[in-house]
């Protein structure tokens, strides 16, 4: 199928502490990443995307790195805070194929 | 509030009945797409409209069916269920093909079969 089982790997972090959070891709073609944030009982939301012509891209908070030689994407979160504490997913998009996929997602908990 | 709206917000229904799930994009998004979630997977992507016809498919099952009207809300049907189709289904709606940018996504139907 097009999304790989769902084995949350899991980031417990401290509050107050940087988070990374990594996802591996797996078509090089692929020309836009999103980072997505699922709480639960909620719909995936949008945290930050960037194209393949760049390597990193920063929003509130978030930084997410694109290293498309090892076909590696990571999202940084500063300060995380409990609120943070969700499901983060990576998906791919290429310009052939109009499907954006998901990869199987990282549960992060922040400790208190 | 991403601005997607789904409906129902839960359904409960028995082996070999049919279901309509419902969506309504986000205002001037033209692309809709929906994508089941299981306990054990990940978001699977299902199908793709886009102003009212199917841009792209997934693994949708022969069983389902899906349509975007002229006033861009979209169904999703899904017939003959069986208790494997139990999961959580999303419907996301984006400017124009997805491609330019983010889908925003509903907050989901959960469907149980029993």
């Known amino acids: 199928g097009e999304s790989v089982g769902l084995h949350l790997p899991t980031l417990s972090v401290q509050e107050g502490d940087n988070s990374i959070i990594n996802c591996a891709y797996s078509?090089?073609?692929?020309?836009?990443f999103i980072w997505y944030k699922q709480e639960s009982g909620k719909g995936p939301q949008f945290i930050i995307d960037?194209?393949?012509?760049?390597d990193k891209r920063q929003g509130q908070r978030v930084t997410v790195l694109l290293n498309k030689t090892v076909k590696h994407l990571s999202l940084q979160i500063a300060a995380t805070q409990p609120g943070d504490s969700a499901v983060y997913f990576c998906?791919?998009?290429?310009?052939?194929?109009?499907?954006?996929?998901f990869g199987s997602g990282t549960r992060l908990l922040v400790r208190p | 509030d991403s601005g997607v709206t789904q409906t129902p917000k839960h359904l409960i229904t028995a082996t070999g009945q049919r279901v309509t799930l419902r969506c309504s994009p986000r205002?001037?998004?033209?692309?809709v797409y929906w994508y089941q979630q299981s306990l054990d997977q990940g978001l699977q992507f299902l199908i793709q409209?886009?102003?009212?016809?199917?841009?792209a498919k997934g693994n949708i099952l022969e069983r389902f069916s899906a349509q975007q009207f002229p006033d861009l809300h979209s169904e999703l049907n899904l017939s003959s269920l069986e208790l494997g189709d139990s999961a959580l289904y999303f419907c996301?709606?984006?400017?124009?093909?997805?491609?330019?940018?983010?889908?925003?996504f509903g907050n989901g139907t959960r469907l149980t079969v029993t």
């Open positions: 078509n090089s073609a692929s020309d836009y």
């Open positions: 996301a709606s984006s400017r124009t093909d997805g491609f330019f940018g983010p889908l925003h």
């Open positions: 409209y886009y102003n009212g016809e199917e841009r």
């Open positions: 960037i194209r393949s012509n760049m």
């Open positions: 998906a791919e998009i290429s310009d052939s194929s109009y499907k954006l996929i």
């Open positions: 205002s001037g998004d033209l692309s």
